[in-house]
């Protein structure tokens, strides 16, 4: 079945570092969404990419998706204590819409 | 604000008994929620697809008979542990989407919920 994959699964910076997240699916994909997910709260959907190769920024944010629509990365620039969280990419499920299979995750810390 | 809303936000059970978790929807109608399931410092698994009006689809290795789901309305969505046990503490969140059935639909989570079963 699908699999989504993201490293690293934990990163430590210094607040003003920069910060890259990785994520990989063993199929093509429609999209790829990325979520966050602050300790002790919910995934909240952040961006969604669609075209082959798309990049999008929303602030100190950069998303992109790779030209094969299998990888996609986020990066952070000047990262900040409000950064703190698990990024979560996800993916279509191969047969059904709405249905979507996360990767792990990855744990951001900032130290201030 | 919220469009997806959870209750309750944590729950404390002794083993053996049954608790209700509810998820609704806030301004849309959700003809499809999402059920997940997350271990701490772990993913969201996906435990099954709730469907209104019809029975909800699990994925691999969730009983069914054991958490039960059922979609009575458009707006509200119930997830049941039947006979909790120890192992089934875990953080459980619902979700759902304003436009089912689209790829390039986005999630919207409720806030989750905590069981701890003693």
């Known amino acids: 079945g699908q699999q989504v994959m993201q490293i690293p699964q934990y990163q430590h910076v210094q607040e003003g570092e920069d910060f890259t997240t990785y994520c990989n699916s063993s199929t093509t994909l429609s999209n790829i969404q990325w979520y966050k997910q602050r300790p002790g709260g919910h995934p909240v959907f952040l961006i969604q990419?669609?075209?082959?190769?798309e990049v999008k920024k929303q602030k100190r944010l950069t998303f992109q998706f790779g030209e094969a629509k299998k990888n996609s990365s986020l990066h952070i620039t000047a990262t900040q204590t409000t950064d703190v969280g698990t990024y979560f990419c996800a993916g279509p499920g191969e047969t059904s819409g709405s249905r979507l299979t996360f990767g792990e995750g990855t744990q951001l810390t900032v130290n201030p | 604000g919220a469009v997806v809303s959870q209750h309750p936000s944590w729950v404390i059970c002794k083993s053996g008994t049954s608790v209700k978790i509810e998820c609704r929807s806030l301004?849309?109608?959700?003809?499809?929620m999402f059920w997940y399931r997350q271990f701490p410092k772990q993913s969201l698994m996906l435990m099954a697809t709730?469907?209104?009006?019809?029975?909800?689809?699990?994925e691999q290795g969730v009983e069914k008979d054991k958490f039960l789901i059922n979609h009575a309305s458009l707006t509200l969505s119930t997830l049941t542990v039947t006979s909790a046990h120890p192992e089934d503490s875990s953080f459980y969140i619902c979700s759902a989407s304003r436009s089912p059935g689209s790829y390039n639909s986005p999630l919207h989570f409720g806030n989750g919920t905590r069981l701890t079963v003693t």
């Open positions: 709730s469907n209104e009006g019809s029975k909800a689809t699990y």
């Open positions: 301004d849309f109608q959700a003809t499809t």
């Open positions: 990419l669609v075209k082959s190769g």
